[in-house]
């Protein structure tokens, strides 16, 4: 049976996980490694490029310097941030790989399509995404990827995004990469992730129809 397909977008502020603590400590034997997710690193180089990313493009949209240094006071821990994200999606992508999901280009392209027409055009949904969860505009699509999969992974787990059953997929999927986070970043926890990161979720209710943040 197909649903009919939404544009709305929820955010889970509150997530209610019973996932175990995932914590990890980094230690010299990743020595220039922010972050070692199933033996990959995420090197530190790596991490400062999508931080220079982000910053780049608010300083594009905010040529005004007093308005810019705001929004880099405001944002402080955009380092550590960026990483668990980092994380948090490659685990995301582990989880959806292990359920058999995959997402298609169209599919990703819909959904663009739909944001789009709900923010009021693309330049609103870039600007959005940049100001809100940190997502410059070249990595918007990866990013509405990531959605694509989490709405996937809840609907095959008959769950949504704010529930414990999906948040356990993750966890079990973070245990299996084996997190390693340079303790200068913080403890890898997804619960915590969870409840203290801006991701947007794609999230339906039961009926299918159209929900509003």
């Known amino acids: 049976m197909h649903r009919r397909r939404r544009t709305a977008l929820v955010l889970s502020a509150a997530i209610a996980a019973a996932a175990p603590l995932l914590t990890a400590c980094g230690n010299d034997a990743h020595p220039g490694a922010a972050a070692v997710v199933g033996g990959q690193r995420i090197t530190v180089a790596q991490l400062q490029s999508r931080v220079d990313e982000v ?82 505009p070249q990595r918007l699509d990866d990013n509405l990827r990531l959605q694509a999969e989490a709405q996937k992974l809840a609907d095959r787990l008959h769950t949504d995004t704010s529930r414990p059953d999906f948040w356990k997929a993750l966890s079990d999927a973070s245990a299996r990469l084996h997190v390693d986070l340079n303790p200068r970043y913080g403890a890898w926890d997804v619960q915590r992730r969870g409840m203290d990161a801006k991701t947007p979720w794609v999230k339906e209710d039961s009926t299918g129809t159209e929900q509003s943040a």
Request: aromatic share 4%; charged share 25%.
């Open 55 to 136: 910053r780049r493009a608010q300083r594009a949209a905010l040529p005004n310097e007093m308005q810019y240094q705001q929004v880099v006071a405001r944002t402080g821990t955009l380092a550590r941030d960026t990483l668990h994200q980092m994380v948090l999606d490659r685990v995301l992508d582990r989880a959806a790989r292990d359920a058999g999901i995959t997402v298609t280009r169209r599919e990703v392209q819909q959904l663009r399509t739909g944001l789009e027409q709900q923010a009021g055009g693309a330049e609103a949904l870039e600007t959005a995404w940049l100001q809100q969860y940190g997502v410059p």
